[in-house]
């Protein structure tokens, strides 16, 4: 990756890309031993940077535009490792900054599809509560006093039951407003309808179960509409749930 299959969409100053599940977006001490996006990304469009990237910075300095460009190789926004589906890198500075700008002021429509455990009711509705990391667990977020603020719209597609373990999910649409980090998992985990196969917000024991089935995170980036920054078109941009995911619905009934 990229290869033709996982490229969607690209011009002279954009790429998006069809991520898999399993691969983490950037960099990091903790990446050292494995290959992320960003390293096959860079392979891709052939660039490479001199060292170091970031100039010192005197404190409570910011990084320019450029400078985080080049950090994170164009890559505008994140997905978890385990979530699937549409990202988007710039090609250059002015584009990465503009996008980045889109999505702070709530410009970019995103929606993921996940499948949650239970039946999520009512079949529509909103999300707003806040996001913040754990004290007790610093990979963790939950909704805590304090947080950041944190607004998921929600539609549910269908409902599944399992007759292994006689348990019903529910298909759901989702529309982030925010972009906290674990946010959707959050807030389905706040409802009490957690996405199945979720190691760290489905409960140990229900988690050890759902990956006897499924060996990953039920959760997709399925669509992705925003103004093209330079050419000023509306690009949608949809991406199909992956081969795995769609043969663990396979094996449920639907109902109703």
Do not use: C, W
């Given at each position: 990756?990229?290869?033709?299959?996982?490229?969607?969409?690209?011009?002279n100053?954009?790429l998006?890309?069809?991520?898999?599940?399993?691969?983490?977006v950037?960099?990091?001490?903790?990446?050292?031993?494995?290959?992320?996006?960003?390293?096959?990304?860079e392979?891709?469009?052939?660039?490479?940077?001199?060292?170091?990237?970031?100039r010192?910075?005197?404190?409570?300095?910011?990084?320019?535009?450029e400078?985080?460009?080049?950090?994170?190789?164009?890559?505008?926004?994140?997905?978890?490792?385990?979530?699937?589906?549409?990202?988007?890198?710039?090609?250059?500075?002015?584009?990465?900054?503009?996008?980045?700008?889109?999505?702070?002021?709530?410009?970019v429509?995103?929606?993921?599809?996940?499948?949650?455990?239970?039946?999520?009711?009512?079949?529509?509705?909103?999300?707003?509560?806040?996001?913040?990391?754990?004290?007790?667990?610093?990979?963790?977020?939950?909704?805590?006093?304090?947080?950041?603020?944190?607004?998921?719209?929600?539609?549910?597609?269908?409902?599944?039951?399992?007759p292994?373990?006689?348990?019903?999910?529910?298909?759901?649409?989702?529309?982030?407003?925010?972009?906290?980090?674990h946010?959707?998992?959050?807030?389905?985990?706040?409802?009490?309808?957690?996405?199945?196969?979720?190691?760290?917000?489905?409960?140990?024991?229900?988690?050890?179960?759902?990956?006897?089935?499924?060996?990953?995170?039920?959760l997709?980036?399925?669509?992705?509409?925003?103004?093209?920054?330079?050419?000023?078109?509306?690009?949608?941009?949809?991406?199909?749930?992956?081969?795995?995911?769609?043969?663990?619905?396979?094996?449920?009934?639907?109902?109703?």
């Amino acid at each position: 990756m990229p290869k033709s299959d996982s490229v969607i969409f690209e011009d002279n100053t954009l790429l998006v890309i069809n991520k898999p599940s399993g691969i983490t977006v950037n960099r990091s001490d903790t990446t050292r031993h494995e290959s992320t996006v960003q390293d096959i990304v860079e392979k891709h469009l052939k660039i490479s940077y001199p060292k170091p990237l970031v100039r010192e910075r005197k404190e409570g300095e910011y990084p320019t535009t450029e400078e985080t460009f080049k950090e994170r190789s164009g890559i505008v926004h994140r997905l978890d490792k385990e979530t699937s589906g549409i990202l988007l890198i710039a090609k250059n500075p002015d584009i990465f900054g503009k996008l980045q700008k889109a999505f702070q002021e709530r410009e970019v429509q995103k929606t993921y599809l996940a499948l949650a455990h239970g039946k999520l009711l009512p079949l529509e509705g909103e999300v707003s509560v806040p996001v913040g990391r754990l004290q007790f667990n610093r990979m963790r977020f939950g909704v805590v006093a304090g947080g950041r603020p944190s607004v998921t719209g929600y539609k549910v597609l269908q409902t599944y039951y399992n007759p292994k373990t006689k348990e019903f999910y529910s298909l759901v649409e989702l529309y982030p407003h925010t972009g906290r980090t674990h946010q959707i998992r959050v807030h389905l985990k706040h409802l009490n309808h957690p996405i199945v196969s979720d190691e760290l917000y489905a409960g140990r024991k229900t988690a050890r179960q759902d990956r006897k089935e499924l060996s990953r995170l039920f959760l997709h980036a399925s669509q992705i509409v925003f103004t093209h920054p330079a050419t000023g078109k509306q690009i949608h941009i949809e991406s199909p749930l992956p081969e795995e995911l769609e043969d663990f619905l396979h094996t449920l009934e639907k109902v109703g």
